[in-house]
Nanobody
Framework: QVQVVESGGGLVQAGGSLRLSCTAS????????LGWFRQNPGKERERVSC????????YYVDSVKGRFTISRDSAKNTLYLQMNSLKPEDTATYYC????????????????????????WGQGTQVTVSS
């Protein structure tokens, strides 16, 4: 049985930092592209950041570029999202996903698509940024 679990969310003041972690049981992250998404009630889920299997290609939504950093540790079967200079608009439930699709274009741009399997999603961790 696959279980993906996020941790590290919480309440932080604007300008502060948080590090989200994601690990899995019953699933090896090794050689899998991984990603972070976020969602607020009544809104569509948004791609935040994704990383390909070896870390060579990453995707960031424009609103977090320069503030968030995605990384992975295959030995620990863990995905991270370091979030610095947090803003109130970063408030959301953050979800980890395995098996995303990361594409790098000839132009240098990248994109990220969510996984098709429901069991490759975590349950989410709440991040609240106060002003």
């Amino acid at each position: 049985q696959v279980q993906v679990v996020e941790s590290g969310g919480g309440l932080v003041q604007a300008g502060g930092s948080l590090r989200l972690s994601c690990t899995a049981s019953g699933l090896s992250f090794d050689a899998m592209p991984l990603g972070w998404f976020r969602q607020n009630p009544g809104k569509e889920r948004e791609r935040v950041s994704c990383i390909n299997w070896n870390g060579a290609t990453t995707y960031y939504v424009d609103s977090v570029k320069g503030r968030f950093t995605i990384s992975r540790d295959s030995a620990k079967n863990t995905l991270y999202l370091q979030m610095n200079s947090l803003k109130p608009e970063d408030t959301a439930t953050y979800y980890c996903a395995a098996g995303v699709r990361v594409v790098k274009y000839y132009s240098g741009g990248t994109s990220c698509d969510p996984p098709n399997r429901e069991d490759f999603w975590g349950q989410g961790t709440q991040v609240t940024v106060s002003s």
